[in-house]
T-cell receptor, first 114, second 110 residues
Framework: GNSVTQMEGPVTLSEEAFLTINCTYT??????LFWYVQYPGEGLQLLLK?????DKGSNKGFEATYRKETTSFHLEKGSVQVSDSAVYFC?????????????FGTGTRLTIIP | DVKVTQSSRYLVKRTGEKVFLECVQD?????MFWYRQDPGLGLRLIYF???????EKGDIPEGYSVSREKKERFSLILESASTNQTSMYLC?????????FGPGTRLTVT
């Protein structure tokens, strides 16, 4: 079946540090991959996506590259801010459309200290 | 802006009560979803609907039912609430390549 494995949290970094949150997946076929972010007290919102191998999704300074050979979609940001403190979820869409049922990772809580 | 609203942010119910969680979206999306969010388990799909009066079970449907009488509204029903249903419940609707989430309902069953 389909599954998503994220690095365990919580992660605490100082402002302006480099961020990596690891995500690997298991899926058959050609899934699409997503990162969703949940700010305190809010629902999830889409951060970025990639729909095919070697695609790079980017938004708000965050990036992730769809690596089929390593089945990974790691989230990176060069210089984090306090406002990036949130829970980050990696997810996959098995048939690639993104409007079907998604499989989510367990989430990684990120805290940025000034 | 797409808006997904949920009827309550916080809810406290007693064991055995029937509980209704309501979700409304304003973007004419066909697909709607109910997830449950628990620490260390991420989001798990309870039910989803791809059209009015159509529904499919997700990964953890036991103890839940749903209703979709109108396209914009998708209700989650706990027929007889139990303490193991204490959780955060998230509703979503979807367009191609993006799901839009409501703010969530934190349900406590005592």
């Amino acid at each position: 079946g389909n599954s998503v494995t994220q690095m365990e949290g919580p992660v605490t970094l100082s402002e302006e540090a480099f961020l990596t949150i690891n995500c690997t997946y298991t899926a058959t076929g050609y899934p699409s991959l997503f990162w969703y972010v949940q700010y305190p007290g809010e629902g999830l919102q889409l951060l970025l996506k990639a729909t095919k191998a070697d695609d790079k999704g980017s938004n708000k300074g965050f990036e992730a590259t769809y690596r089929k050979e390593t089945t990974s979609f790691h989230l990176e940001k060069g210089s984090v801010q306090v406002s990036d403190s949130a829970v980050y979820f990696c997810a996959l869409s098995p048939r690639g459309f993104g409007n079907e049922k998604l499989t989510f990772g367990t989430g990684t809580r990120l805290t940025i200290i000034p | 802006d797409v808006k997904v609203t949920q009827s309550s942010r916080y809810l406290v119910k007693r064991t055995g009560e029937k509980v209704f969680l309501e979700c409304v979206q304003d973007m004419d999306h066909e697909n709607m979803f109910w997830y449950r969010q628990d620490p260390g388990l991420g989001l798990r799909l309870i039910y989803f609907s791809y059209d009015v009066k159509m529904k499919e079970k997700g990964d953890i449907p036991e103890g839940y039912s749903v209703s979709r009488e109108k396209k914009e509204r998708f209700s989650l029903i706990l027929e007889s609430a139990s303490t193991n249903q204490t959780s955060m419940y998230l509703c979503a609707s979807s367009a191609p390549y993006e799901q839009y989430f409501g703010p969530g309902t934190r349900l406590t069953v005592t």
